[in-house]
DNA sequence: TCAAAAGTGTTTAGCATACACCCATGC
DNA sequence: GCATGGGTGTATGCTAAACACTTTTGA
């Protein structure tokens, strides 16, 4: 019962310090095994799963507040954070449902309460180190982990349609910038770089084109090192020169695979 | 002083019947002249200018709201309309000096009002054609009229920086989907809508390419008309095939020129 | 008859694609 | 030694870009 404390403190400061009636949520990618993963949480003591999201508050940008609310669930700071779409359907869904599934009992709220009414929510998607991100669940959920995009439960409210609107905006970013300094570690060889993009494009490359074109857009330094470990001839290591990175991140022009 | 109790009424009807502290701002395209032209309303009876904008009701869908102050200021439905960015800087403007702009008498709202509130406003771009459009200024504006996108003057808020948005996602999406049904009559010439993508991109193309690109895409039908009137020979018209256009548009794939 | 702008096809260059052999590593 | 996967270069085809002359029209 402790837990439905806290959680009503929470709520009562949702209520009061947050722009009423606007939500955000934020699709996050990581990359690991060859798979292109999203964050989610598992909704109250249910098993019902949903994105990472958070509220405004009033004299916060809502850039601001997208990035508060990933650092909280991943730790991380100054990572690739960028809003894709503001979903404004005023049946997206009906807050009273969600606080029956989270066992919330609705008089802690007065019946004007804005947290009960309609929400238009402002969708941010992220690009992660999966190594580096350390994930914890927020006040409302349970747990927290990383699912294989292709194997995303069903989600609730429509946080279905937003993990697929991330991904197609994920993949139109592919060419216009390049991606990658934010979802591999620093070093990484040029078959790690190869999987990420076929993964996030759904389809296989060739391996020489693939490294001819990286190579030709001038933001990768080879190293002087070698993956080792397994049974192959050791990859080299590569990693990105950053300010060449961010130069192509600015011109946003012609980058495809 | 009947328009002050007009615009009070108004006022009321708004804070009592909208989502607080959420506006909607639309960036109206037209092209005329071989100019681009956007859509600017005077601001009460000043010379300051801003977009379109409005609000959203308790029920309504927030793009279904755009298409009703769309309809509002332009009178045209069905047309291009599209959201593209969402601006949530909460100094974006200040409502109270925005009041004393206008003339209007804060004491008509409760200090407590939203409409004093910092608001986050959902930016739509829209394509429409010139001449369709009957172009009708709102309740707190005094003109309605339409700009050289190139001469557009110091707007009020962050509306210059929409505009530049607007336009940069415009350019973007003439890499994905054809464009012109919206902008054009119905029947138009090769040269014409020529004239179209030039402007749009701010660049010159070659005729023969730009046409042989064009009509590869098989969106388009030759008629059997000529434009005359000019000193020198006449232009076939042309038309978009609607199904076609429609079917390009949902593959958003490859559209370069 | 002249100026202005439209109709039309070919050549060229650059980029994207397809493709194969050798080499290093761990087991 | 052998299976696995990485390193590397070339040939081909296609698309984009460059380019000029003739024709029609209104003044």
Same mark, same amino acid.
């Given at each position: ?60 940008? /809502?850039?601001? /507040? /997208? ?39 609705? +008089? ?11 929400? =238009?929510?402002?969708?941010?998607? /992220? ?13 409302? +959920? ?110 946003? =022009?012609?980058?495809?695979?």
């Amino acid at each position: 019962m402790d837990n439905y404390k806290l959680i009503n403190e929470h709520l009562k400061k949702i209520e009061n310090e947050t722009v009423p009636q606007v939500s955000i949520d934020c699709t996050v990618f990581g990359f690991h095994d060859n798979q292109l993963k999203v964050l989610l949480l598992s909704w109250g003591h249910t098993d019902k799963w949903c994105l990472p999201g958070g509220r405004i508050f009033h004299h916060e940008h /809502a850039d601001e /507040a /997208a990035v508060r609310i990933l650092k909280e669930r991943t730790s991380l700071e100054d990572v690739f954070l960028q809003q894709f779409h503001t979903f404004g359907d005023s049946q997206r869904y009906k807050n009273e449902s969600l606080f029956n599934t989270l066992s919330i009992d609705p +008089s802690w709220l007065s019946s004007e309460s804005h947290l009960l009414k309609r929400t =238009i929510s402002i969708g941010y998607y /992220a690009l992660v180190n999966f190594e580096q991100a350390r994930i914890r669940p927020d006040e409302f +959920s349970e747990a927290c982990s990383w699912w294989d995009v292709k194997e995303v439960p069903e989600l609730l409210f429509d946080h279905n349609n937003m993990v697929q609107l991330a991904l197609k905006t994920l993949r139109r970013q592919l060419n216009y910038q390049p991606v990658g300094y934010n979802l591999l570690s620093e070093k990484f060889t040029m078959p790690e770089l190869q999987r990420l993009y076929e993964t996030l494009l759904g389809r296989e490359l060739d391996r020489r084109n693939f490294q001819k074109k990286m190579l030709s857009y001038d933001i990768l330094e080879r190293l002087d090192e070698r993956k080792t470990g397994s049974a192959n001839k050791s990859p080299f290591l590569y990693r990105f020169v950053r300010e060449k990175y961010e130069e192509a991140l600015k011109e946003e =022009i012609l980058f495809g695979v």
